[in-house]
């Protein structure tokens, strides 16, 4: 250890394997009052944890699961923003825990995502688009793809990836107030989703 980085990389490492997981075990006790039950291992933010079945059933753990929630929330905002094998090296330099880049996979791809909600009518939105590069074998050509997005009252925003019609009916479901303003670029494809608010889904 010769600087202050390797400082705290060491010591964090040595917490997550020697410290914070008694306490943690420690409060999942206190807060579950058992730990009786076949024992399983999960990875977690304090390091490796071994919770009880009961303990994991009273704390919301799904079976199967070999991530905590936190852990798992810390990959899937990651991953949102770069591919699976970056998001294990970032969440590896963030957190001091490794997971590879497949389980990251499976993590995003078994996940339901809940769409954000719109507590009052819509009175104003805002539709976009943008390219998202799809990662190719090395040596071949980069595809790009369409997404689509939409901001509302200037406050909740969503966007989908190819879904232009599952975008237009989720807006319908939502409450929309008898006069509404809406905003785009004026390319065709803003328009035709934007002409689409407002109608029967389809």
Known sequence: MQDLETIEKTVRDKIQSHVSPLIGSFFIKKVTGTDKGRKRKLKSCLGKLTLADKQCQRLGVK????????????????????????????????????????????LVHRTEFNMAKVSKP??????????????????????????KGICINKKVTVAFFQENQNLINWVNRQSLATTFTCLGDGHDGIWNIIMSIGKKER
Do not use: F, M
């Open 63 to 106: 079976p199967h699961n070999q991530l905590s929630p936190l852990l798992e929330k810390c990959w899937l905002r990651i991953s949102a923003n770069v591919s699976y094998e970056n998001t294990a090296k970032d969440v590896k330099y963030l957190t001091g825990i490794y997971v590879s880049a497949k389980t990251q996979q499976r």
């Open 122 to 147: 819509i009175k104003e939105l805002c539709v976009d688009g943008g390219k998202v590069r799809l990662r190719t074998p090395l040596g071949e050509a980069c595809q790009w793809r369409d997404y």
